[in-house]
């Protein structure tokens, strides 16, 4: 069973930085494309950023391109979100997700919630004005 647990959250005020980290185990043997979504208060689950297995290949969503930056070191099991110029819209609940290892990493895939069998339990950042 893969476990994922996410960290670095908190309060920052606008225009701060955050670096939150998605450490994983169970899972020998198995490298996943990697993902972040997050959820703001009375919304839904959206895509963030995602990385491929080896960290050659990022994506973002539009809302964070440019002052975002996914990467990972896979030595520690660990995928990294680094969000900077933060926007009191950045405020939800982050989660981190492996993707299926049957699925390539592409733009119709990473997106969708269903194709990510192991979540995280979040970890809550408020950007404050």
């Known amino acids: 069973q893969v476990l994922l647990v996410e960290s670095g959250g908190g309060l920052v005020q606008a225009g701060g930085s955050l670096r939150l980290s998605c450490t994983s185990s169970?899972?020998?043997?198995?490298?996943?494309?990697m993902a972040w979504f997050r959820q703001a208060p009375g919304g839904v689950r959206e895509f963030v950023a995602a990385?491929?297995?080896?960290?050659?290949?990022?994506y973002y969503a539009d809302p964070v391109k440019g002052r975002s930056m996914i990467s990972r070191d896979n030595a520690k099991n660990t995928v990294y979100l680094e969000m900077n110029s933060l926007k009191p819209e950045d405020t939800a609940v982050y989660y981190c997700?492996?993707?299926?290892?049957?699925?390539?990493?592409?733009?119709?895939?990473?997106?969708?919630?269903?194709?990510?069998?192991?979540w995280g339990q979040g970890t809550q950042v408020t950007v404050s004005s």
């Open positions: 990385i491929s297995w080896n960290g050659g290949d990022t």
């Open positions: 997700g492996a993707l299926s290892p049957g699925l390539p990493l592409t733009t119709a895939t990473m997106t969708q919630q269903y194709n990510y069998p192991y």
């Open positions: 169970g899972h020998t043997g198995t490298v996943y494309a």
